[in-house]
């Protein structure tokens, strides 16, 4: 049985990526995204949200994000959270769904090794800096995409489509 899966975008700088993590989410049959932070997000009128932004920025971001979503940011849920800490306290207080942080950590377990819960949310974090040591230390779990070349770690959106399938066809 494939678990339940909700992604949270924080704090990632660039729409491609954004769109290209919505149409593998889509694919994967991801059932949420949360995006938080300095996340570009396609416009909120999608889910019925007040969008904050200027129409004509509302308009430019979600252009590029359907550019390499090409319509899945309209088909897979999303709800956008000005900080990172808004979505954790609440997931605490309504359902403390666990979250696994996919990051390069002294602790983390091999993505291969990694056995999913039923139902998770995967933290996906800045493409150069990584997710913060203070959101790591609220995570239940951290995991590690194993590298056998030179560079340290993949494009962010190619991560999670790695390990979001790693994850499902375990």
């Keep these: 049985m494939r678990p339940e899966i909700t992604l949270i975008l924080h704090n990632i ?3 491609h990526n954004v769109g290209a993590i919505f149409r593998t989410a889509e694919g994967l049959g991801v059932k949420h995204i949360v995006i938080s932070g ?9 889910i019925n949200q007040p969008d904050p932004r200027l ?3 509302v308009e430019k971001i979600t252009k ?3 550019k390499t979503a090409l319509g899945a940011e309209q088909m897979v849920p999303f709800r956008r959270y000005e900080t990172l800490e808004e979505w954790l306290e609440e997931n605490e207080r309504t359902g403390n769904l666990p979250v696994i942080a996919l990051e390069q950590a002294p602790d983390s377990t091999s993505l291969p090794d990694f056995i999913p819960p039923k139902a998770f949310a995967l933290l996906l974090g ?5 997710i913060l040591a203070e959101h790591l230390a609220r995570c239940a779990a951290t ?4 590298m056998f070349g030179t560079k340290e770690s993949f494009n962010v959106s190619v991560a999670c489509g790695m390990a979001l399938y790693q994850m499902i066809c375990r």
């Design 64 to 66: 590029q994000i359907h």
């Design 38 to 46: 300095y996340t570009p997000f396609p416009d909120l009128a999608i």
């Design 55 to 57: 129409p004509h920025l």
């Design 13 to 15: 700088r660039s729409t």
């Design 143 to 146: 995991v590690e995409i194993p």
């Design 126 to 130: 800045e493409e150069v800096d990584g």
